[in-house]
């Protein structure tokens, strides 16, 4: 886990608030990922980039956006919090290999 | 629409039991076949995963069954102890899809000494 860290690791916030989550690794991977845990649905993917130039939509990127600062960056903005974001976001790192690497997570709290 | 259906949500077994988790999905494009072990504050981590060319694969005592033709696949802890009660993950991927993995929805496994 330490390879990959996340910060904040816990938020509380307001509806209708800017919310960054970011995401560093030092893996030395090109591939990095941004999930969101709910009980009862697994992960779902949001947002994924194979390279800093390289930005694809999950399967729930409505809500979302990402930013690719660096090949060892990747952050998740939330630009207007809604109670129904309220979830267990995890950032995760791949190689060219099929094994991703997550970060210990963020809980965030919508209120 | 999760396309890797994952059952059960939880379970609960003796020490030294056996518990079984069971994965099913639709797309025949999936060609690999992680299992994610996470414990409670932590981020997932990659057990053991299986590709379709073999039915069995085992790694201590984590056991991957795939039926290729019933497009399911179930993990096994043989003399399961206390310290692997966790959530389990299964996933599926393929190389058509960037090897983007699709998650199952997870079991919660306890494991009582």
């Known amino acids: 886990d330490a390879d990959v860290t996340q910060t904040p690791r816990n938020r509380i916030t307001k509806t209708g608030k800017r919310i960054m989550l970011e995401c560093s690794q030092t893996?030395?991977?090109?591939?990095m990922y941004w999930y969101r845990q709910d009980p009862g649905l697994g992960l779902r993917l949001i947002y994924y980039s194979f390279d800093v130039k390289d930005i694809n939509k999950g399967e729930i990127s409505d809500g979302y956006s990402v930013s690719r600062q660096a090949q060892a960056k990747f952050s998740l903005s939330l630009e207007s919090a809604i109670p129904n974001q309220t979830a267990l976001y995890f950032c995760?790192?791949?190689?060219?290999?099929?094994?991703?690497?997550f970060g210990p997570g963020t809980r965030l709290t919508v209120l | 629409q999760q396309q890797v259906k994952q059952s059960p949500q939880s379970l609960i077994v003796q020490k030294g039991g056996i518990p079984i988790i069971n994965c099913a999905y639709e797309?025949?494009?999936?060609?690999?076949f992680p299992w994610y072990q996470q414990f409670p504050g932590k981020g997932p981590a990659l057990l053991i995963a299986?590709?379709?060319?073999?039915s069995e694969k085992k790694e201590g005592r984590f056991t991957i069954s795939f039926n290729k033709s019933a497009k399911q696949f179930s993990l096994h802890i043989m003399d399961s102890q206390p310290g692997d009660s966790a959530t389990y993950f299964c996933?599926?991927?393929?190389?058509?899809?960037?090897?983007?993995?699709?998650f199952g929805a997870g079991t919660t496994v306890t494991v009582r000494a």
């Open positions: 893996k030395g991977h090109d591939r």
């Open positions: 797309n025949t494009a999936f060609d690999y």
């Open positions: 996933a599926a991927s393929s190389e058509g899809s960037d090897y983007k993995l699709s």
């Open positions: 995760a790192t791949s190689g060219r290999t099929d094994t991703q690497y």
């Open positions: 299986i590709r379709p060319d073999v």
